[in-house]
């Protein structure tokens, strides 16, 4: 079955360091997105891409990148890690999003910033 | 810009009563609208949608929700809710632009 997945699922990082989240799906979607979740305020859009060499900021781009050099992958990197990042990251793709807007989205990853 | 408001962060309810979870949004042109479902340590899921046709829309486990324009609403409801719904629930609109607008989720807690 097809399926998306991220990696890793927590992870622990100190202030300054770059991290990496990776996001793996085998829809073969065109369109991916990043989310982050935090309580109170929902999901909150970070980037996203329309297919390859696509990308655009979402809501909350600040001090994030993404970039994608394939269909299946879309890794979202925290330059220089601050405490305000932690928190749930959620990739979701969808095939349709022009007509419909119909998200699958990945299990998460929990990144805690010390 | 669009926005996507639920007035109840929690609602705590009795396991068989009935449910409504609220969602407003702010739109002027047409929408789709969404709901999707978080259990426990899990990803969000589609729970149902509107695109067109009847408002009245409903899900294979019991959910329905309602699409009502002049009040720009897309409310959630259930008769009989089961522990096993318990979960967090968000709405979601998608209008002209491309991407998908969350509001910030109520958890429905069901208690035996």
């Known amino acids: 079955d097809a399926e998306i997945t991220q990696s890793p699922r927590h992870k622990i990082t100190e202030t300054g360091r770059q991290v990496t989240l990776a996001c793996h799906q085998t829809?073969?979607?065109?369109?991916m997105f990043w989310y982050r979740q935090d309580l109170g305020h929902g999901l909150r859009l970070i980037h996203y891409s329309y297919g390859v060499q696509d990308t655009n900021k979402g809501e909350v781009s600040d001090g994030y990148s993404v970039s994608r050099s394939n269909t299946e992958d879309l890794p979202l990197t925290l330059e220089s890690a601050a405490s305000s990042q932690t928190s749930v990251y959620f990739c979701?793709?969808?095939?349709?999003?022009?007509?419909?807007?119909?998200?699958?989205f990945g299990e998460g990853s929990r990144l805690t910033v010390l | 810009a669009q926005s996507v408001t639920q007035l109840d962060s929690q609602v705590p309810v009795f396991e068989e009563a009935p449910v409504e979870l609220r969602c407003n949004y702010s739109?002027?042109?047409?929408?789709?609208l969404f709901w999707y479902v978080q259990y426990p340590n899990q990803g969000l899921q589609l729970l149902l949608k509107y695109l067109s046709g009847s408002t009245l829309v409903e899900s294979i486990n019991g959910f329905e929700a309602e699409f009502n324009k002049s009040q720009t609403s897309f409310h959630l409801r259930k008769p009989s809710v089961h522990i096993s719904d318990t979960a967090e629930y968000f709405c979601?609109?998608?209008?002209?632009?491309?991407?998908?607008?969350f509001g910030s989720g109520t958890r429905l807690l069901v208690r035996p």
């Open positions: 979701a793709s969808s095939g349709d999003i022009r007509n419909t807007g119909e998200l699958f």
């Open positions: 979601a609109v998608k209008g002209s632009s491309y991407k998908l607008i």
């Open positions: 739109s002027s042109v047409s929408v789709y």
């Open positions: 829809w073969n979607h065109n369109n």
